[in-house]
């Protein structure tokens, strides 16, 4: 277990006999969203990725809200992508706040940029504690947490769990109470208990958007204008073979709708001109989905926004709703213009119910985007080349991505 001092705290007794523990100096965690210099990525054209804009890391932006509410830490979001820091930059960044502290998002793709941050906060101070966390890390916990440069990893959702591990910085003999949490013993790797889902989303504070930048994101689709991402709910029941969300899981959990536009209006306040809805699928519950419509119509807001929706979720009525109250586009993943590779993906529909659900959107007024896979295990060149077809044929806007293997997706065991 590293050596941890319990300097720079002091402890009184509430009038229950309970420990109290407060912060004689102010502790401070950075919270980092990696920069992409080595990203583990296909070869995809470079043409591609220009002019998409940047995302804001909204992860980020919840374990701010949550250390703000629920602890005495200071908190600040550093988006290496957005803000386009070197590696030299960062170092100075750490440099210059001194944070006990730092954390880092982890996807698969960023994994050796994000270690080369944590060799370049060890190399600041020693001292300073390396966390990792995000799907990566729920995924591979003990192997992450196994390199040297980093002393902890979370797994799940952390919004709770990271702000009771700091309230428990200087009792590392209570780590182990942290649900999620992955970290190195002296005899070997230890773990808290199993991380559960958050069931309550409306109980977590909006996403600390002040914690960095807002005014950085933008995206081509929103004309450039101030952009910003939300998760209106968590996990999706749909049973497609080739994707896993292991840190959301399959259990749909939703937010209200007025706490939903609650924080809508918060974004239009701030300057926000168009939001990115990053739920799996925001129409899995309809009503809901039209309650929110409703409720942006009746305050009359004025941003834009764009969701994620499954094919066999839409109809008529919602589109109408939708288009009322200033969505601009959906985006459906549709991933096949083969209906035999459509039933081996247990997508759930066919290219003739999905093409006449984009045709409806499009007569609605709602711009779409759609999502293509090619390289399926047991998918034959022709059937890549009639999904090509299809896309270029039917739809205006669409992306064609190859199949990634992993070994956490149930596809992964399928054989042809």
């Known amino acids: 277990m590293p050596a941890y001092s319990l300097e720079g705290s002091i402890t009184s007794v509430g009038i229950d006999g309970t420990r109290i523990r407060h912060l004689q100096k102010n502790m ?15 070869a995809m054209p470079k043409i591609l990725e220009k002019g998409v804009g940047f995302s804001p890391p909204l992860g980020l932006f919840y374990l701010a809200a949550g250390i703000k509410k629920n602890t005495e830490w200071e908190v600040k979001v550093i988006d290496c992508l ?12 750490i440099e210059t706040e001194h944070p006990d502290a730092i954390g880092v998002t ?31 890390i729920h995924m591979y916990p003990i192997e992450t947490v196994a390199f040297d440069s980093v002393d902890f990893v979370i797994t799940g959702e952390a919004e709770i769990s990271l702000a009771q591990f700091l309230n428990l910085w200087h009792e590392p003999d209570s780590f182990n109470t942290v649900p999620g949490l992955f970290f190195k013993g002296p005899t070997g790797i230890i773990s808290g208990p199993e991380p559960e889902p958050i069931n309550d989303l409306n109980n977590l504070p909006h996403p600390d958007r002040r914690a960095s930048n807002y005014s950085l994101y933008n995206s081509p689709l929103a004309k450039d204008k101030i952009t910003t991402a939300m998760i209106t709910s968590r996990g999706c029941p749909f049973k497609c073979v080739f994707c896993n969300r292991p840190n959301l899981g399959k259990v749909f959990r939703a937010r209200s709708a007025d706490d939903v536009v609650n924080e809508m209006q918060e974004c239009e306040e701030l300057g926000i001109r168009y939001i990115k809805v990053y739920d799996d699928t925001f129409t899995v519950d309809r009503a809901r989905a039209l309650a929110i419509c409703r409720e ?13 929706a499954h094919i066999n979720t839409i109809d008529a009525d919602l589109l109408a709703a939708l288009k009322k109250s200033n969505c601009k586009l959906i985006s459906y993943g ?30 609605t007024g709602i711009q779409t985007l759609v999502y293509f896979m090619i390289g399926c295990p047991g998918e034959t060149q022709e059937q890549i080349l009639e999904t090509i077809e299809f896309a270029k044929r039917s739809i205006r806007i669409f992306a064609i991505s190859p199949f990634w293997f992993h070994s956490h997706i149930r596809l992964y065991i399928w054989k042809a």
């Open 296 to 308: 942006i119509t009746r305050r009359k807001l004025r941003m834009g926004w764009d969701i994620r």
């Open 28 to 42: 401070k965690i950075l919270l980092f969203y990696p920069l992409e210099e080595n990203l583990i990525d296909t």
């Open 334 to 363: 549709i991933e096949s213009g083969n209906n035999e590779v459509l039933k081996r993906l247990q997508k759930g529909i066919t290219k003739e119910k999905a093409m006449e659900i984009v045709n409806l959107t499009k007569k």
């Open 106 to 136: 982890v996807m698969t793709h960023q994994l050796i940029d994000c270690l080369e941050i944590a060799k370049i906060a060890k190399g600041v101070d020693a001292k300073i504690q390396v966390i990792f966390g995000g799907p990566h």
């Open 82 to 93: 957005a803000e386009k820091l070197t590696y030299d930059r960062i170092r100075a960044r």
